[in-house]
Every structure is written in C-alpha cells, then in structure tokens.
C-alpha cells in the first residue's frame, strides 16, 4: 500500500470517528448526573485518602463540558480503538487524536470539520500530510525504511516536486502541470546527475559528472542518444 493510500485510509478512519463521536454524545449527555455523582465520590475518596484515588473507573465514554453546557472533549472506545476529539468554545470538533488497529494518529482540522493536518506511525514509518481549505494535499512528509521523503503538490493535489532520500543518495524530481516528469537531479554514489525530459516524459539532456568524468548527451523524441560530448 503507497502512502498515499495509507493517508486515504486514516482520514476515512478520522470521518468514522467523528460520526460516531456525534452519535456517542446523546448517550454520554445521559449519563452526565451519573458523572457528576460519581465524581463527588471520588473527591470524598481523596479527601478520605490523602488524595490517593484507589478507585478504577471502567466506562466506554467519558465527555468534558464548559460552563455553557458545550462539549470540549469526547474520550470513546471504537471497535478499532480508543478516540479523543477536543473542540473548540463553539463545540467544533478541532482535534482528533487515535490509536486505531495499534497505529498511532493525530489529526488537526479546520473550523469546517476537514483534515489540515494528520500525523500517522504506520509499520513502515511516520507521515505527515499537510492539506490547503479545500482538503487537498499539498504536502507529504514521509519517514519510511527506503528513506525519508517530501511531495509537493498542486491545488489540484498533482505532485508537483519530489525530494527523496534512498540507500544510494538523495534525489529531486520535477514534473509539470500534467504530472509528467520533466527533471530530476540525484547523487548516486560518487556521481551526480541531472536528466531533463520533454512533455511526453521522454529523456533528452542527461549530464553526469563523477571523481574522473564528466559526460553530456542528447537524444531524440524517441530517447535514442544524438550526440554525447566529451
């Protein structure tokens, strides 16, 4: 699965949730004096204690209110793991924070309920995505085994520039409004390159340069070499 599927995934997950915070609250609300009463005997406990609270409070949703009655925060137990949302003074979901299928997540959204922000730890690696007001992705940041990574996207979410880092060396990719490769520049050992394309992604200027050479060639549309110097 690409990280970019991965991030699909979480931010389905992140949706589920809120929904089902959404349906949780009417539940949590009615058990709201039954809270409050047992918060009184926990204060009666710790005052009887010293403050040592030797009570455990097992429940499957806990919910914080403010002084107006609006919901801030939601603790819940999902069927995939446990959620907290935080909200802000007009009860707007802000903050979700998951551990859904032993994965780790932390999203942050706008005042419209969409992702701005969401920072996942997968098996592979650690992600951040990065996404304008209209929810699209605009830029990755990926720890994975190969290497660490950074996409740069578009307003249409087409990645536009690529800075990676394999086993081999670090490496840079442009492409143009059609997300067709058009440049890219990369170390590989000893040697640096750069490679340049035309609209079709084809091949035509490649320049090399390493400890004892350094090589220039050109090609044709069809990427067969025309002339190559020195």
Same mark, same amino acid.
Do not use: H
């Given at each position: 699965m ?30 709201g004096?039954l ?17 040592q609270?030797?009570?455990t ?5 806990f ?18 793991? +446990?959620?907290?949302?935080l ?29 701005c ?22 830029a ?7 290497? +660490? ?13 690529r800075?990676s880092?394999?086993k081999?060396?670090?490496?840079l ?22 490679s340049?394309s035309?609209?079709k992604?084809?091949g ?6 390493s ?8 090609c044709? +549309?069809?990427?067969?070499p025309i002339?190559?110097a020195?």
């Open positions: 690409t990280i970019e599927e991965r991030l699909e995934q979480v931010e389905n997950t992140l949706a589920r949730v809120k929904r089902r915070n959404r349906c949780l609250l009417a539940v949590i609300v009615l058990a004096g809270w409050a009463t047992l918060a009184g005997v926990i204060g009666e406990a710790e005052a009887q204690s010293g403050g609270v030797r009570e409070i097992r429940a499957g949703a919910v914080l209110v403010d002084e107006t009655g609006k919901t801030r925060a939601r603790l819940t137990m999902t069927e995939d793991g +446990p959620s907290l949302s909200s802000n003074e007009k009860g707007q979901t802000r903050v979700i924070l998951t551990v859904l299928k032993g994965e780790p997540s932390l999203g942050l959204l706008d005042k419209k309920g969409k992702p922000a969401i920072l996942t730890v997968f098996e592979e690696g650690s992600m951040l995505s990065l996404r304008d007001e209209k929810g699209t992705t605009r990755m940041l990926g720890v994975i085994k190969d290497g +660490p990574s950074l996409s740069l996207s578009d307003k249409k979410g087409r990645t536009r520039a800075l880092m394999s081999v060396g670090p490496g990719s442009l492409s143009d409004e059609k997300a067709t490769g058009r440049a890219l520049l990369g170390v590989i050992n000893d040697m640096a390159m750069l340049l035309d609209e992604g084809t035509r200027v490649a320049l090399g340069v400890k004892s050479e350094a090589r220039l060639g050109l044709d +549309p069809r990427g067969k002339w190559s020195p």
